[in-house]
């Protein structure tokens, strides 16, 4: 089983309409959570950290539940610069051994 | 401006001939890393480095080799064992402790002709 587990999708979503989507992590001692954004042949850029209350910035909302050992993401008004890959990434140790998923990709239509 | 330069960002190599990548960073972090992502997959961890000196395998090490003679600098060598080794190769830096991130470089697009 993999550590990191995410629906690869592709999420099709409506220009403006919102689309959630989750990512699932074995280890019940990971400390941290990210979630990275990936554009087409390009390194992944930090889109937002997940932490235990939940969080939002602007339209990108995460969510951490530490019982069901997820974490999601919600998009809300979509835009057609959101298409790209979303890798959830979790953190099983202080010195940052990362563990990433593979990645649910989202693509925005007019 | 702080950041992580990795270079090339496309390299051919003929098999049976190693190559090295670079990855440079001024960001001041201890802890370095060298990832591999193939197509449709998510990034696998080859290296990383907690220290100037010390440094331990990752998931998928065989046929890869580093050194970590300075700070600022994680250099990865594909040797002629590697196998398969056409992908995507992503250097990143972070500083120690919980809720930090890692900070990636452009990468390396290594192709075996």
């Known amino acids: 089983r993999k550590e990191v587990e995410q629906d690869p999708g592709p999420f099709n979503v409506p220009e403006g309409a919102t689309v959630a989507f989750n990512c699932t992590y074995s280890n019940s001692a990971s400390q941290s959570f990210f979630w990275y954004r990936q554009d087409c042949r390009k390194e992944p850029k930090l889109l937002m950290s997940v932490y235990s209350s939940g969080n939002e910035d602007g339209r990108f909302t995460a969510q951490l539940n530490r019982a069901s050992q997820y974490i999601s993401l919600l998009i809300r008004d979509s835009k057609l610069s959101d298409s790209a890959t979303y890798l959830c990434v979790v953190n099983t140790d202080s010195w940052g051994k990362f563990q990433f998923g593979a990645g649910t990709q989202v693509v925005v239509t007019p | 401006d702080g950041g992580i330069t990795q270079s090339p960002k496309y390299l051919f190599r003929k098999e049976g001939q190693n190559v090295t990548l670079s990855c440079e960073q001024n960001?001041?972090?201890?802890?370095m890393y060298w990832y591999r992502q193939d197509p449709g997959q998510g990034l696998r961890l080859i290296y990383y480095s907690q220290i100037v000196n010390d440094f331990q395998k990752g998931d998928i090490a065989e046929g890869y080799s580093v050194s970590r003679e300075k700070k600022e600098s994680f250099p990865l060598t594909v040797t002629s064992a590697q196998k398969n080794p056409t992908a995507f190769y992503l250097c990143?830096?972070?500083?120690?402790?919980?809720?930090?991130?890692?900070?990636f470089g452009q990468g390396t697009r290594l192709t075996v002709v």
């Open positions: 990143a830096s972070s500083d120690p402790g919980q809720n930090t991130e890692a900070f």
């Open positions: 960001l001041n972090h201890d802890a």
